[in-house]
């Protein structure tokens, strides 16, 4: 059974449905299609009204979420066929109360990119040796490349994809990314600006110019195997998106906010992290795993929201 919940957290929505739902007319209509899927000129015939009465209730009962249409091609061209969404809906009256907010953790582990570009210099490391060939993006496909801890490229981007299934049942007040992370110069060099962008669901959140490629001691939690002339460890930001705006590290750095984001329109959340093409300081990147740098963590993912309202009774 399909349902439905109306509350005051969305009046716009519960007005919209009371005012769909008080029209006999629209009541038959919705009547008529628990039967099966109908064209408007169907439903003409059936009610004895006129398609244009019945095709512009129709668009009544779609804005309001009660019925699905679509195109569907006939003798005289397209008609539109109608189902039913839903059937059965719960109104709650009372004025919700305020819900606790509540975080949750999501750990992505560097090598887990479900899409990359990369170009020279680039490499992955893993626990106790390289993954495939230094400088060859082809690497970046090898099958131990899941077990990544170090990767880096001058160019490009990796990209990977997080559970979405918390919009489902709760309302999404902010997301955060944190990850470890410093410019790529051959062996290692503080001074070497690169210009780091990140992407939410194809959304620009903004750029962090990282002051170099730091090396000159060993990172807390990189392996010893791992030459001290090398790349250690990174810096660890926090990137943060709200109702209004994007800050990192706490400090406002563009407008993006949630809504820009378009979370309800797919299963997964997207993260880019890269260099654009286009950047003034393209001195690649290095991304930590949980076992390399100075900060033992992959790229971690925090989601702070509150409960949907179920619209039911205690």
């Known amino acids: 059974m399909k349902h439905m919940e109306l509350n ?4 716009k929505r519960l007005q919209m449905v009371a005012r769909a739902m008080a029209s006999e007319v629209r009541l038959n209509i919705l009547q008529l299609l628990d039967e099966c899927s109908m064209n408007i000129a169907e439903i003409a015939q059936r009610l004895g009204l ?5 095709s512009n209730n129709v668009v009544i009962l779609e804005e309001a979420g009660l ?3 679509e195109r ?18 719960s109104f709650q009256l009372h004025k919700p109360q305020r819900k606790r907010l509540s975080s949750f953790f999501y750990q992505m582990p560097i090598g887990h990119y479900t899409d990359c570009r990369v170009a020279p210099t680039c490499g992955l ?11 060859d993006p082809t690497a970046f496909y090898d099958e131990d490349r899941f077990n990544a801890q170090l990767l880096w490229f001058q160019q490009g981007y990796v990209e990977y994809r997080f559970s979405n299934q918390l919009q489902k049942d709760h309302i999404i007040k ?13 062996n290692y060099r503080a001074d070497y ?14 750029t962090w110019r990282c002051p170099g490629d730091f090396g000159g001691r060993q990172g807390h939690y990189t392996p010893d195997w791992w030459s001290l002339s090398s790349t250690q460890y990174g810096l660890l930001k926090r990137w943060r998106v709200n109702e209004h705006d994007c800050t990192l590290d706490d400090v406002p750095i563009s407008g993006v906010n949630l809504e820009q984001l378009a979370l309800a329109d797919r299963p997964y959340i997207t993260l880019r992290i890269g260099i654009r093409p286009d950047a003034v300081n393209q001195g690649g990147i290095n991304l930590f795993g949980e076992h390399f740098g100075d900060y033992q963590q992959a790229i971690i993912m925090r989601v702070d929201c509150i409960e949907k309202d179920t619209g039911k009774g205690d």
């Open 50 to 54: 006129p398609m244009s009465t019945v």
């Open 174 to 186: 902010c997301i955060e990314i944190s990850f470890e992370a410093c410019s790529e110069a051959p």
């Open 8 to 11: 005051f957290y969305d009046p």
């Open 72 to 89: 569907q091609n006939g003798v005289h061209g397209q008609m539109k066929l109608c189902s039913r969404r839903t059937d059965d809906i």
């Open 193 to 206: 600006p690169s210009d780091i962008t990140v992407w939410l669901n194809g959304v620009e959140l903004g």
């Open 125 to 135: 490391l893993g626990l106790q040796s390289n993954i495939g060939e230094q400088d």
């Open 67 to 69: 019925i699905r249409t």
